[in-house]
């Protein structure tokens, strides 16, 4: 996805959640007032409570509504996280404030329903129709709420539907307490009249459940707490990417609807750096198949994975060193190994310098490596600049000379594309040789060490020889 698209969809989903959040916001508002009317006419605790619960609610659409704002802004300098903590911190206020609301609902239901405090409570035809309006409007914005909270993953938006939802259960019983109220008044019923401050205490219980569901998941968002089960999965999708060890560690946070994943994975150390790019981006995939578009950081370190080979193991301790050995050969003289190995070194080195680089090498390798005896190194340079030269395309003299050296190993099928180069003075010959498809590596390898020998012998003005040997189905490349 390119930047301007990315831009787009951030921008079409802020304009979504403030949208829905500013309508919940007007809506919250106008319940608020309605009920506060009709409570303090009729001086039900109970529609009291709703509107203290409701203007509670405005309260917390206006801190929803600022929180998606602000949630939704890209990381900064300050905040290279992002600032989608925003929300869990509105969704932290907002179980604050309904808990509030609780305590007083309890405290002032307690002292009616102990006599502490007698209120003659009128219900009245508006008192219904405000709390059947309320159901009506919550019922309307906890499901636009709900729709945007579950598309953008919106803790905050979530918050509010589940209180707008649960406003229609607490709305609901007070218009039964309050109906019992009437019942008892127009039947002279004494139970039936204490049944307002009764249905205040329900509605405190449904209170008191729907913040103890909030506060845990808002309280693990703002502690960082790993989303329960996802820990596991991920570890399992790591180890099942080709390549990967071990899983050393795994760290996964939540900020607003954006997850965060950071894994340290152990990878074989012979593994080259453009692989170990591969496995990394192949680990995020499968993460993100887990949680889609969470921000990946995989830390990738050696580990050796106990089934190398001595050649496995003075390669990696090169390698450590950002060195490349090759011809690598190892000799069991009597019960003792003897290494001989190749190093390409800078050619601008002098070989005082290029000789500590080799004794510092050979000293790691015998301390990797303890149960070898000897090591010898050859130290080639390594060039650093392009030699310009003159190439010949044919020289029939010495082609005619190499040809009865060819025809010396049977292995040989022919020799073709033969090129001859001049550069300040010295002769470089390259050839094609074909040879079977089955032969092995190693004779192949012996065969154009031979060839290059024997090329040498016969045409001793040759600096430098190169073989590229070719199976006999594909030798034409």
């Given at each position: 996805?390119?930047t301007?698209?990315?831009?787009?969809?951030l921008?079409?989903?802020?304009?979504?959640?403030s949208?829905?959040?500013?309508h919940?916001?007007?809506?919250?508002?106008?319940?608020?007032?309605?009920k506060l009317?009709?409570?303090?006419?009729?001086l039900s605790?109970?529609?009291l409570?709703?509107?203290?619960h409701?203007?509670?609610?405005?309260v917390?659409a206006l801190?929803?509504?600022?929180s998606?704002?602000?949630?939704?802004?890209?990381?900064?300098?300050?905040?290279?996280?992002?600032?989608?903590k925003?929300?869990?911190?509105?969704?932290f206020?907002e179980?604050?404030?309904?808990?509030?609301a609780?305590?007083?609902?309890v405290?002032?239901a307690?002292r009616?329903?102990?006599g502490h405090?007698s209120?003659?409570?009128?219900?009245?035809?508006?008192?219904?129709?405000?709390?059947?309006l309320s159901?009506?409007?919550?019922?309307?914005?906890?499901?636009?709420?709900?729709?945007?909270?579950?598309?953008?993953d919106?803790?905050?938006?979530?918050?509010?539907?589940?209180?707008?939802?649960?406003d229609?259960?607490?709305?609901g019983v007070?218009v039964l307490?309050?109906?019992?109220?009437w019942?008892?008044?127009?039947?002279?019923?004494s139970w039936m009249?204490?049944?307002?401050?009764?249905?205040?205490?329900?509605?405190s219980?449904?209170?008191v459940y729907?913040s103890?569901?909030?506060?845990?998941?808002?309280?693990?968002a703002l502690?960082?707490a790993?989303?329960?089960?996802y820990?596991?999965?991920?570890?399992d999708?790591?180890l099942?990417?080709?390549?990967v060890?071990?899983?050393?560690?795994?760290?996964?946070?939540?900020?607003?609807?954006?997850?965060?994943?950071?894994l340290?994975v152990?990878?074989a150390?012979?593994v080259?750096?453009?692989?170990?790019?591969?496995?990394?981006?192949?680990?995020i995939r499968?993460?993100r198949?887990i949680?889609?578009?969470?921000?990946?950081?995989?830390?990738s370190?050696?580990?050796e994975t106990g089934r190398?080979?001595?050649?496995d193991?003075?390669?990696?301790?090169?390698s450590?060193?950002?060195f490349?050995?090759?011809?690598?050969?190892?000799?069991?003289l009597?019960?003792?190994?003897?290494?001989e190995?190749h190093l390409?070194?800078?050619?601008?080195l002098?070989?005082?310098?290029?000789?500590?680089?080799?004794?510092?090498?050979?000293?790691?390798i015998?301390d990797?490596?303890?149960?070898?005896?000897?090591?010898l190194t050859?130290?080639?340079?390594e060039?650093?600049?392009?030699?310009?030269?003159n190439t010949v395309?044919?020289?029939?003299?010495?082609?005619?000379?190499?040809?009865?050296?060819?025809?010396?190993f049977?292995?040989?099928v022919?020799?073709?594309d033969?090129?001859?180069?001049?550069?300040?003075?010295?002769?470089?010959?390259?050839?094609?040789c074909?040879?079977?498809?089955?032969l092995p590596?190693s004779r192949?390898?012996d065969?154009?060490t031979?060839?290059?020998?024997?090329f040498?012998?016969?045409?001793?003005?040759l600096?430098?020889?190169?073989?590229h040997?070719?199976?006999k189905t594909?030798?034409?490349r």
């Amino acid at each position: 996805m390119s930047t301007s698209e990315l831009n787009s969809v951030l921008e079409s989903m802020q304009s979504e959640k403030s949208a829905v959040a500013f309508h919940s916001l007007l809506a919250a508002i106008a319940i608020t007032m309605l009920k506060l009317i009709v409570g303090i006419s009729t001086l039900s605790l109970g529609i009291l409570s709703e509107a203290a619960h409701s203007g509670l609610d405005l309260v917390a659409a206006l801190v929803t509504l600022l929180s998606v704002r602000v949630s939704d802004k890209p990381a900064d300098a300050e905040h290279q996280y992002g600032h989608g903590k925003v929300e869990n911190f509105s969704a932290f206020i907002e179980t604050g404030l309904l808990l509030l609301a609780c305590v007083w609902i309890v405290w002032e239901a307690v002292r009616r329903l102990t006599g502490h405090h007698s209120v003659h409570i009128e219900p009245s035809i508006p008192a219904f129709g405000v709390l059947f309006l309320s159901m009506a409007i919550d019922w309307w914005r906890s499901r636009n709420l709900k729709k945007i909270a579950d598309k953008y993953d919106s803790q905050a938006l979530e918050a509010d539907a589940l209180h707008f939802s649960t406003d229609i259960v607490s709305s609901g019983v007070v218009v039964l307490g309050l109906g019992m109220v009437w019942a008892g008044t127009h039947w002279h019923v004494s139970w039936m009249t204490k049944s307002d401050p009764v249905a205040a205490l329900l509605v405190s219980v449904v209170i008191v459940y729907v913040s103890s569901r909030l506060a845990r998941r808002t309280i693990d968002a703002l502690l960082d707490a790993a989303p329960a089960g996802y820990r596991g999965r991920i570890i399992d999708a790591a180890l099942a990417v080709d390549g990967v060890l071990e899983v050393e560690r795994a760290r996964i946070r939540r900020a607003g609807n954006r997850y965060f994943a950071d894994l340290t994975v152990g990878l074989a150390r012979s593994v080259t750096f453009q692989r170990s790019e591969q496995v990394v981006a192949q680990i995020i995939r499968s993460v993100r198949n887990i949680l889609p578009e969470a921000d990946v950081v995989i830390h990738s370190v050696p580990r050796e994975t106990g089934r190398e080979n001595i050649f496995d193991r003075i390669r990696a301790v090169a390698s450590r060193n950002n060195f490349s050995v090759h011809d690598v050969s190892v000799q069991d003289l009597s019960g003792r190994l003897h290494v001989e190995q190749h190093l390409e070194l800078d050619e601008n080195l002098s070989l005082k310098d290029a000789h500590d680089v080799v004794t510092v090498l050979e000293s790691e390798i015998r301390d990797e490596v303890p149960e070898i005896s000897s090591i010898l190194t050859h130290i080639e340079s390594e060039p650093s600049t392009i030699e310009s030269g003159n190439t010949v395309v044919r020289d029939a003299v010495l082609e005619q000379k190499l040809k009865p050296v060819v025809r010396e190993f049977p292995e040989v099928v022919d020799m073709h594309d033969v090129e001859i180069k001049r550069v300040r003075g010295k002769v470089y010959m390259s050839c094609h040789c074909t040879m079977s498809d089955e032969l092995p590596l190693s004779r192949v390898h012996d065969v154009s060490t031979e060839l290059e020998i024997r090329f040498k012998l016969a045409a001793p003005e040759l600096f430098k020889v190169l073989i590229h040997p070719e199976p006999k189905t594909d030798n034409k490349r």
